[in-house]
């Protein structure tokens, strides 16, 4: 794969069926190759963060989605990167945050774990429960670069509601 | 020093199953020396199986001493023919593979096994492992079956499982 022109399209638009293989056929007809993606469905939105290789400039990219974004009413980012495929960095640790939903888990345990070295690599989370009792559910993946310790130190001192685990990620490579 | 070229997926080798060994012999303890040092010259390996250098011989090496963190093990092992006789237990833990370069995933794999095999002299050994060790064994005798890890991968968000606590409080 030696296309040097990766860049990062993102595209947002009302959940329906076959956004992604519209603009899949779309990029696939105008030679492009597709790289690392994150696509998922946020609050009635569907969300596409998808790594492009494409010959031309961002302005010619979008262009060429110009029929698309008009089909499905998506709204369309691109940022033309210096790097390319493969920035992969390996996590090791994995922290699972859950508590009653209130304003303000996600500041103060990723505050506590920036503190203490984290790098995030990954984070998803959800709100889950019932409308009137709901629960805030997060998985955060990342490099501890102060090691663990520091990371154990820092949960330990979150407020008594949020619920935290944290444990490494032994990567096995064979 | 004698190092093989890893075979790399999409390789059709690494999805063949591979033959028994029949003979133990100097050919035998050639390849394996060989296999040794690719394994020892792979960026974080613990282990190798034959057809990762293209060899379609039930033989691969497990070797825990070289995990990041020390692990209970068994030394660095060689495995001929290897035959996992007893699982138990599950447990999630992230793999990649050398014939896989560039990628890692989640697994659940058995906590403990029973395993038997044949070391380099055809006797018959076996053993019982477990966590990263087992992990391992079961990592390298899937690829003498022409399985990847691919081929058992599950989904990255869905793991709220088997974690200690990290609050002793939430431990309750």
């Known amino acids: 794969m030696n296309t040097p022109h990766w860049k990062l399209l993102t595209l947002v638009g009302p959940d329906r069926p076959g956004i992604v293989a519209a603009v899949s056929r779309v990029l696939l007809g105008a030679g492009a190759e597709l790289g690392e993606a994150s696509m998922m469905r946020l609050g009635g939105l569907f969300t596409i963060m998808l790594m492009v290789g494409i010959e031309g400039d961002g302005v010619h990219l979008k262009g060429l989605l110009e029929s698309v974004r008009n089909e499905f009413k998506l709204r369309v980012h691109v940022d033309e990167l210096n790097a390319g495929l493969h920035r992969r960095i390996d996590p090791d640790v994995l922290i699972t945050v859950y508590g009653a939903d209130r304003a303000g888990i996600v500041a103060e345990v990723t505050d506590a774990l920036a503190r203490a070295g984290l790098s995030i690599t990954d984070l998803r989370s959800d709100v889950a429960g019932s409308e009137d009792k709901p629960i805030y559910i997060m998985n955060i993946e990342g490099v501890a670069q102060q090691g663990l310790p520091p990371l154990e130190q820092a949960l330990a001192n979150l407020s008594s509601d949020i619920r935290v685990t944290l444990s490494p990620i032994e990567l096995m490579r064979g | ?172």
Request: hydrophobic letters at 40%; charged letters at 25%; a negative charge.
């Open chain 2, 1 to 172: 020093m004698a190092l093989r070229d890893i075979v790399l997926y999409p390789d059709n080798r690494l999805k063949t199953v591979c033959d028994p060994v029949e003979s133990f012999n100097a050919e035998l303890r050639d390849f394996v020396r060989d296999l040794l040092d690719t394994c020892a010259n792979g960026p974080g390996a613990v282990g190798i199986a034959a057809p990762q250098v293209g060899f379609m011989q039930r033989i691969c090496i497990v070797d825990a001493t070289r995990a990041r963190h020390p692990v209970p093990n068994h030394g660095k092992l060689i495995l001929v023919n290897p035959e996992i006789t007893a699982w138990e237990g599950f447990a999630m833990g992230r793999e990649g593979c050398l014939s896989v370069p560039d990628y890692t995933g989640n697994v659940v794999r058995a906590e403990k096994i029973q395993l038997r095999a044949y070391d380099l002299d055809g006797q018959a050994v076996s053993f019982e492992m477990e966590g990263y060790e087992a992990r391992i064994a079961q990592h390298e005798i899937d690829h003498l079956d022409g399985i990847l890890f691919l081929d058992r991968l599950i989904s990255r968000g869905a793991d709220l499982f088997q974690r200690k606590p990290a609050k002793g409080k939430a431990a309750e």
